[in-house]
């Protein structure tokens, strides 16, 4: 954009010190052949044969300026290089009423169809500029002269410029994703690493109580067995045998009581 705007200030400047230029010579011839000074400009004397259309090749020559369109002060063209364009309007535009004020301008145009000096007509970018045309050094504005000039090199230039700083930013932008990206998985790897990992030592701790509580349990079960088979002793065979002693026992000591002497 700043060599955009570079070109359109250069195209400004430049054409109006050529424009001033020219209209000098033109007020010159004006007073030499009306034997007057200084000369007065008028629109008659700008599209005379001897006007614009004799003096336009030294305004085009070496400023690649396609295209001249000189506006009377309705804004209607009263000549041009392109001579499909002389009647047609222009008053609404911006820069056209800028220059009636006195005030030079020009902006950029793209794509636009312009004939070049041979009258064949192609698609170019352009800088169009519109120059207060006065009829005196200081005096009243006359007419607007309209310059196209071509500035597609510099357009490209720009365009090109623009494109690798817009390649060069996305290649940075996507090499800095990656690297995140990677950054982002390698973190995300060791995390999910220290998680299989408490996992693992879960699962063998729980492995090593169920083998606890297993063990456990086998030997309430050896306990319980032995329990049993005790208490089945106990009141089996042993229990009728110890009744029986038990009741001998009690035999005898009646015997003793009843019988002091045996």
């Known amino acids: 954009r700043n060599v955009v705007r570079v070109s359109e200030e250069n195209t400004v400047r430049e054409v109006v010190h050529i424009v001033v230029h020219t209209m000098e010579m033109l007020r010159s011839d004006e007073a030499g052949q009306n034997h007057t000074d200084p000369g007065v ?4 004397a700008l599209v005379s044969a001897e006007g614009l259309p004799q003096k336009s090749p030294s305004l085009i020559v070496g400023l690649s300026i396609v295209k001249l369109n000189l506006f009377d002060l309705e804004g209607t063209a009263v000549w041009s290089t392109d001579p499909a364009s002389i009647g047609k309007a222009n008053h609404a535009n911006p820069l056209f009423q800028a220059a009636l004020g006195g005030t030079a301008g020009s902006k950029l145009v793209r794509n636009k169809e312009l004939p ?5 007509s192609r698609r170019l970018d352009a ?5 207060p045309v006065l009829d005196t050094p200081g005096g009243s504005v006359i007419g607007v002269l309209e310059i196209y000039r071509d500035v597609s090199k510099d357009v490209a230039f720009v365009v090109s410029d623009t494109r690798r700083t817009i390649l060069l930013m996305t290649v940075g932008t996507m090499s800095t994703l990656f690297f ?4 982002f998985i390698l973190a995300a790897d060791a995390i999910i690493y220290r998680s299989h990992k408490r996992l693992l030592a879960q699962e063998v701790e729980a492995a090593r109580l169920s083998e606890v509580l297993a063990s456990r349990r086998r030997i309430v079960a050896a ?6 088979q005790l208490a089945e002793e ?3 065979p042993i229990q009728t045998r110890l009744y029986a002693v038990w009741q001998k026992l009690g035999r ?3 015997m003793i009581t009843s019988s002091p002497e045996a």
């Open 41 to 44: 400009l008028s629109l008659e």
């Open 116 to 120: 070049d000096a041979a009258g064949v």
């Open 127 to 131: 800088v169009e500029s519109y120059v």
């Open 180 to 183: 995140v990206l990677v950054c």
């Open 223 to 228: 306990l319980e067995s032995v329990r049993q």
């Open 234 to 236: 106990l009141h089996g």
């Open 252 to 254: 005898v000591q009646s």
